[in-house]
């Protein structure tokens, strides 16, 4: 069966980084796009990067645009994101996330707090 489990969340000073990963088993990691959502408490799950399965093509919101940067190793079925400059509205609990055949599939989550 699909699973996502991601790693790498923590407490984090603003300004500072954090690399997130989110490794994949369970289907042909390499054909599907793969994308990052954080929720932050009492807000809706909102999409921070994605990446598709070809040619590496890229997608931020402009929250994070310049400051995220997601990749993969698909040799290693693993997602990356990396997140620099962060902010303490960046706090939220962060999902690995793929779609295929229609349905969605999601990590448990790993969290990332920025603050002083």
């Known amino acids: 069966q699909v699973q996502l489990v991601e790693s790498g969340g923590g407490l984090v000073q603003p300004g500072g980084s954090l690399r997130l990963s989110c490794l994949a088993s369970?289907?042909?990691?390499?054909?599907?796009?793969m994308s990052w959502y954080r929720q932050a408490p009492g807000k809706e799950r909102e999409l921070v990067a994605t990446e598709s399965s070809t040619r590496g093509s890229t997608n931020y919101p402009d929250s994070v645009k310049g400051r995220f940067t997601i990749s993969r190793d698909n040799a290693k079925n693993t997602v990356y994101l990396q997140m620099n400059s962060l902010k303490p509205e960046d706090t939220a609990v962060y999902y690995c996330?793929?779609?295929?055949?229609?349905?969605?599939?999601w990590g448990q989550g790993t969290q990332v707090a920025v603050s002083s």
């Open positions: 996330n793929c779609r295929i055949s229609g349905q969605n599939y």
């Open positions: 369970g289907f042909s990691f390499s054909r599907y796009a």
